[in-house]
């Protein structure tokens, strides 16, 4: 019998996370739980860190500009499936997408929608869908 070890279970959990958020990529509909929402921010910060790295090994960054070739296309790339997660986890909250919104007035707008975003979600249903922590719970319960 082959066991799953604990940091192999994470692993994927993190992995399932990401995936989860980038294949929908144009879903603004429905509620994204908080593990999902960071997994996915963080993991785009540590992928565009990485890639400026070798945007400025390779001479390819731009102080100008702030970014790289390979940073700023994985910056473009990325900005649907992070409005959409972001999006999503307003809706946790109960709130509508619309809020989103906000985040056109400079340093206020983004920094109250992020802690927004960091608060625990509604428990149970709300109008905007199931409570995502119980969707996803079956893909991680204990064989």
Known sequence: ???????????????????NAWRRFGDFDGRSARTEFLIFWFGNFLIILLLTIIDVL??????????????????????????AAFIRRIHDSGHTGWLSVTTLIPLVGWLALFVLALLKGQEGENKYGVNPRVRYSSEFVEE
């Open 58 to 83: 390779l001479g390819w960054f731009s102080a100008n500009v702030g970014l790289g070739i390979l940073s700023g296309l994985f910056s473009l790339a990325s900005i649907g499936p992070s409005w």
């Open 1 to 19: 019998m082959i066991t799953t070890t604990t940091t192999e279970k994470g692993s994927k959990k993190i992995i399932f996370y990401y995936q």
